[in-house]
């Protein structure tokens, strides 16, 4: 994968879930015969700005198969029983599609927690949880799942169990080494000057920043060089250690966690446990004939 830094990420990611669905998609049955089933549900979770696109994108170059990018948006509707009819035809069209990488950004404005003690879950967005638990535990799906959040902790742990989007990484801030590689990414396609040591040295007074922010400091350079006419990127072109570590202390990115899953539920079947969905999720309530607020 052509992202810097994030080895970790990255090698968990072609162990679990890259190499079984590659093999898988080529024929190759050594996977099946020891009765591992690829990962067709992917959460990628962690602050905004950390990578998480690029790793859905990623996968799917990876695989050679069509990517489709959804957001909340999309999915949503005002009227009554709508969202869940456009959920349904979403898999709908991808059964027809066959293998490709469905990317659901904001996961948790769609697969929020249903049983808020607040009171202030909407019965719609109840149900669009529920039809996503629906299209998940269907047998045969060739769409691969990946969704990604930078609010973790909203997300509903009934769509996390087996056999659902049960594979969990954490794309996180990046680390020195990461942050090195992700430098240098970003430099790679233009003249630069820069040696491995000025890399490290803005690698190292860059804790803390996320890959987009490391971006913008990159863009930033690139234009500062533009201005001046010069022939390459130089160091001058960054800001001085000091105002760096300063943007670095200006930043504070949250970190949540996934909720547990309850592993005494964690049956890994295909049909949905009746926990997980509630039947008056799917009463009729007068299809597409009311709005809701």
Same mark, same amino acid.
């Given at each position: 994968? $052509?992202?810097?830094? !994030? !080895?970790?990420?990255?090698?968990? #990611? ?13 024929? =190759?049955?050594? !996977?099946? /015969? +020891? ?9 990628? !979770? ?12 990623? *996968?799917?170059?990876?695989?050679? %198969? ?7 948006? =999309? ?42 003690? $607040? ?16 299209? #998940?535990?269907?047998? @045969? /799906?060739?769409? %691969? ?23 969990? +990484?954490?794309?996180?801030?990046? $680390? ?9 990414? &970003? *430099? ?25 922010? *490391? ?21 001058? $072109? +960054? ?7 300063? *943007? ?6 949250? %970190?949540?966690? #996934?909720?547990?899953?309850?592993? @005494? ?12 969905? =509630? ?13 809701? &607020?």
């Amino acid at each position: 994968m $052509d992202i810097g830094g !994030y !080895y970790e990420v990255k090698e968990a #990611l072609n162990q679990r879930v890259l190499k079984p669905l590659r093999t898988t998609l080529e024929g =190759d049955d050594r !996977y099946e /015969r +020891f009765g591992i089933q690829p990962s067709r549900g992917i959460m990628f !979770y962690g602050p905004p700005g950390t990578g998480k696109t690029m790793f859905a994108r990623a *996968l799917a170059g990876e695989l050679g %198969i069509p990517f489709v990018e959804l957001s909340p948006g =999309d999915v949503t509707s005002r009227w009554v029983n709508a969202s869940t009819e456009q959920i349904q035809v979403l898999f709908q069209e991808a059964q027809v599609l066959g293998p490709c990488v469905i990317f659901i950004d904001e996961a948790e404005h769609l697969f929020g927690a249903r049983t808020l003690g $607040d009171g202030t879950i909407h019965a719609e967005d109840r149900k669009v949880t529920s039809e996503f638990l629906v299209q #998940l535990t269907k047998e @045969n /799906r060739e769409a %691969i799942v990946v969704s990604a959040t930078n609010r973790p902790a909203d997300i509903d742990s009934a769509i996390l169990r087996p056999g659902r989007l049960s594979a969990h +990484f954490e794309v996180g801030l990046p $680390d020195e080494e990461a942050r090195h590689a992700i430098l240098n990414v &970003h *430099l790679a396609a233009v003249p630069s000057e820069l040696s491995g040591e000025d890399l490290t040295e803005l690698a190292s007074h860059t804790a803390g920043l996320t890959g987009a922010e *490391l971006k913008d400091i990159v863009e930033d350079a690139r234009r500062k060089a533009a201005e001046r006419d010069a022939e390459c990127v130089e160091r001058e $072109d +960054f800001p001085p250690n000091e105002e760096l570590e300063e *943007l670095s202390d200006m930043r504070n990115h949250d %970190i949540e966690e #996934l909720p547990r899953v309850d592993e @005494n539920n964690a049956t890994g079947t295909s049909t949905p446990d009746t926990t997980d969905i =509630d039947a008056e999720d799917f009463e009729d309530s007068g299809q597409g004939t009311r709005g809701y &607020h």
